[in-house]
């Protein structure tokens, strides 16, 4: 585990070497919504979110196109309709585009919210969860 002291607050991160064991681990502090690379959806990665409901799960095309507001609306109407409130939390896996979609849906969609990223690139981890970026093209 490594803090992160910036400027605005400190974080935590934590390496993990089983995606099913980090998802079991925060599906257990609340109800969770999860985004995730379609990628992992997939075999030999999809038994790692097999404890969480079918309907909480939403899998992105990670292509630079899905960074587009055009494309966020479905996204941000999924979480809506199905049930996403401020006491959930916001899972996402994937590689820097999924990154990118969820940390801009987060600073947008009911401010506040609690989420986790499981960066599965060393992109990602450097440059949308330590690095913090939030942008969308």
Not at 78 to 87: E, Y
Not at 94 to 103: E, K, L, S, Y
Request: charged letters at 15%; glycine letters at 10%.
């Amino acid at each position: 585990m490594m803090t992160i002291r910036a400027s605005s607050h400190e974080y935590t991160v934590h390496e993990a070497p089983d995606l099913g064991g980090v998802v079991e681990q925060i599906s257990s502090q609340g109800k969770v919504f999860v985004l995730a690379d379609d990628f992992l959806l997939g075999a030999p990665f999809a038994g790692a979110f097999s404890g969480l409901p079918p309907e909480n799960i939403f899998g992105i095309k990670a292509t630079e196109e899905a960074k587009s507001f055009e494309r966020l609306g479905p996204v941000i109407t999924w979480l809506l309709n199905s049930g996403f409130r401020r006491d959930c939390i916001l899972l996402v896996a994937g590689g820097g585009v999924t990154q990118d979609i969820a940390c801009f849906i987060s600073t947008v969609l009911l401010r506040g919210i609690r989420w986790h990223f499981i960066p599965t690139t060393l992109l990602a981890q450097c440059d949308s969860c330590i690095g913090s970026k939030s942008s969308i093209n």
